[in-house]
């Protein structure tokens, strides 16, 4: 019903979490996808998952000569990309004044930089071909200030105007590019938040000493929460749909 298949995608981040299901969901809707990741064992898993229709590429995104070499042998076996996902992230948990140079540098160099070069590199083949979405995994941490998260705040905010700003540059040449930001999402980077067995009540209920609010809609999201948000996205079902932040976090950051 999408309209997706025969289709092909590349996804970053995705040997488990959101990038996984993502890339699974794809699979489901018919579309060749290249899985990307540094972790070789988590993309193996994925492609066993999916009877082989999810194809492992790994490689690291903040290193862009083999992003470029990755890319090239994606569009040599599977044929031009339709669709590309940034999902690939990391987390640095700590305050702005315990955050180490080395912590906050690494977070950038993944989600942001590495947001760029992936975003870039796409992006030259899809312009002149006329056509393709670009979808970079943001967080509702980038709109809404977190105690604890400065350095994953600011390099998700990053990389969300950055998507934007070429969803502009890019938007007369028929490629498309959007965000989907997640809230608290049941992942092993979230679970690896939780110091104790109340983990999940505490965050759907929120925490005022903290500044934060809890989740309206009472539940953690689940990684095919933000997967069935990417495939709409990158579906033509929303082909006037450009530039836009979608915010996948059971209404947590009330639209601020």
């Not at 400065?150 to 590019?177: D, N, P, Q």
Request: hydrophobic share 45%.
């Amino acid at each position: 019903m999408t309209g997706l298949s025969g289709r092909v995608a590349l996804v970053t981040g995705a040997a488990r979490g959101i990038g996984a299901a993502i890339a699974e969901a794809l699979v489901r809707e018919g579309v060749s996808v290249a899985v990307v990741d540094i972790d070789v064992d988590g993309l193996k898993a994925v492609a066993d998952r999916t009877g082989g229709a999810a194809v492992p590429f790994p490689a690291d995104v903040t290193d862009q000569d083999s992003l470029a070499r990755v890319v090239d042998e994606v569009e040599r076996d599977l044929g031009p990309l339709d669709i590309g996902v940034s999902a690939a992230g990391v987390l640095c948990a700590s305050s702005v004044g315990s955050t180490r140079a080395e912590d906050w540098a690494r977070t950038f160099e993944v989600n942001s930089t590495g947001v760029f070069f992936v975003l870039r590199e796409i992006s030259h083949r899809m312009v002149p071909r006329g056509r393709g979405v670009l979808i970079t995994i943001g967080s509702n941490a980038a709109g809404v200030p977190r105690t604890g998260m400065a350095a994953y705040a600011a390099s998700k905010a990053a990389a969300t105007m950055l998507t934007r700003c070429l969803g502009l540059e890019l938007a007369g040449s028929g490629v498309r590019c959007n965000i989907v930001s997640p809230g608290s999402t049941d992942t092993e980077m979230q679970r690896a938040l939780w110091t104790d067995g109340n983990g999940p009540e505490r965050v759907i209920a929120g925490d005022p000493a903290q500044f934060r609010v809890g989740i309206p809609l009472k539940r953690i999201a689940d990684p095919a929460d933000v997967a069935d948000a990417v495939v709409f996205l990158v579906s033509d079902r929303a082909r006037h749909i450009t530039m836009q932040n979608l915010y996948v976090d059971g209404g947590a950051t009330l639209c601020a």
